[in-house]
């Protein structure tokens, strides 16, 4: 293999490259600052807390697309010990809901060299696909858009909160065959999401009448709900199993 024949692309926020006719790398990645235990925090959170949510959003991500995270790079700037290593345990127990060992599949590095002030992490995932398993390009008008979750960012977002989305509920939806595309919502908010998602297609969106309160221009902080679409059933008979808000959003259309 030569390096023309690695030639990445993006999708989303994502960058593919393909590494055969078979098969394909994902990668993803996310990052937060001034968040954490430090005194010039400005949303002041624990350590492990900052390492759940921060790799949530990469995993997320290389799940939604069909991919499955192979190795996760957690990046700190922060002194190993003591914030470093809480920050490492949330990122290693999110690593742990997937099955994945990361004493095998986690490296990264911390700031050694100057004292800190503020907290700063960011984490990449590298997943690895077979390209007929990638959901990507599969959507068609008259597909139905969900909302699984609730948009949350900041002091709002906590690990016990069920109006959240999580690394289960991804898979979830990727157990469901109908479901076409997932895509988790973060900082830009649900509409501008939904209408990217729409844009690839070269299609719009029939914003369903009367939708709940919801207020599609806010930031959904880690990764705190999913817009996913398909078959109207199919999402349906996922948002009855999730345990999370569920709400249809419209349709697409031409």
């Known amino acids: 293999m030569t390096s023309a024949t690695l030639s990445p692309r993006r999708y989303r926020d994502l960058t593919i490259l393909d590494l055969d006719e078979q098969r394909s790398l994902v990668i993803a990645c996310d990052s937060a600052g001034a968040i954490g235990p430090k005194e010039a ?38 002194e190993p010990e003591p914030a470093g290593a809480a920050i490492r345990e949330g990122v290693a127990d999110e690593i742990r809901e997937l099955g994945i ?44 858009l969900a909302l699984f979750g609730r948009p949350k960012v900041g002091a709002e977002v906590f690990l016990e909160d069920q109006e959240i989305v999580d690394l289960k509920t991804v898979r979830l939806l990727l157990a469901q065959p109908e479901v076409r595309e997932i895509v988790p919502v973060g900082s830009r908010g649900i509409l501008a999401e939904a209408q990217d998602l729409a844009a690839l297609y070269g299609l719009q969106i029939n914003w369903r009448q009367n939708l709940p309160e919801l207020d599609l221009h806010k930031s959904a902080g880690p990764a705190t709900c999913i817009l996913a679409a398909g078959d109207q059933a199919a999402l349906e008979t996922a948002g009855h199993r999730a345990g999370k808000p569920f709400c249809l959003l419209g349709t697409l259309a031409i």
């Not at 959170?45 to 790079?73: D, K, N, Q, S």
């Open 41 to 78: 925090d400005v949303v002041r959170v624990p350590g492990y807390i900052l390492g759940r949510f921060t790799a949530r959003v990469a995993l997320m991500e290389v799940l939604a697309i069909g991919a499955w995270p192979v190795c996760i790079v957690n990046t700190l700037c922060v």
């Open 101 to 144: 060992d990361p004493e095998k599949a986690l490296t990264g590095s911390s700031e050694k060299n100057v004292p800190t002030s503020q907290s700063g992490i960011g984490v990449t995932v590298i997943g690895l696909a077979v390209k007929t398993s990638l959901l990507m390009g599969r959507l068609a008008a008259c597909d139905a």
